[in-house]
């Protein structure tokens, strides 16, 4: 089983900055992929950013120039540096790997509990 507990989010004003951090713990033979997706109320979750095994980075068009990811692979760690927040950006973000637990094993995929960020216009 994998763990991936998040850490950062709260309340900010419109323009202000949040680093979100996100560590991944239990039985882990590769990353895949770690990255983060948030859910807005009543909307459904989607992709905010993500690093794929090899280093490149995939982000969602409302969030590019403003959010940075960026993984540790030595710590299996993934941070999202949001700078000029809107309040578009309220949500709860999860953190999300996929993970192959031990050789030869399929990749699973493993969630946050999620951290809620909230923008105030």
């Known amino acids: 089983?994998?763990?991936?507990?998040?850490s950062g989010?709260?309340?900010?004003?419109?323009?202000?900055?949040l680093r979100l951090?996100?560590?991944?713990?239990?039985?882990?033979?590769k990353i895949?992929?770690?990255?983060?997706?948030?859910q807005a109320p009543g909307k459904q979750r989607e992709l905010v950013a993500a690093v794929i095994?090899?280093?490149s980075?995939?982000?969602?068009?409302?969030?590019?120039?403003?959010?940075?990811?960026s993984v540790d692979n030595a710590k299996n760690t993934v941070a999202l540096e949001m700078n000029s927040l809107k309040p578009g950006d309220t949500?709860?973000?999860y953190c999300n790997?996929?993970?192959?637990?031990?050789?030869?094993?399929?990749?699973?995929r493993f969630w946050g509990q999620g951290t809620q960020v909230t923008v105030s216009s």
């Not at 951090?21 to 033979?29: E, L, R, T």
């Not at 980075?57 to 990811?69: E, G, L, M, N, P």
């Not at 790997?97 to 699973?108: K, M, S």
């Open 53 to 55: 095994s090899g280093g």
């Open 21 to 29: 951090s996100c560590a991944a713990s239990g039985s882990i033979f």
């Open 97 to 108: 790997a996929d993970v192959i637990p031990r050789e030869f094993q399929p990749v699973f």
């Open 9 to 17: 989010g709260g309340l900010v004003q419109a323009g202000e900055s």
């Open 32 to 38: 895949v992929t770690m990255g983060w997706y948030r």
């Open 91 to 93: 949500a709860v973000y």
């Open 57 to 69: 980075t995939d982000y969602a068009d409302s969030v590019k120039d403003r959010f940075t990811i």
């Open 1 to 6: 089983q994998v763990q991936l507990v998040e």
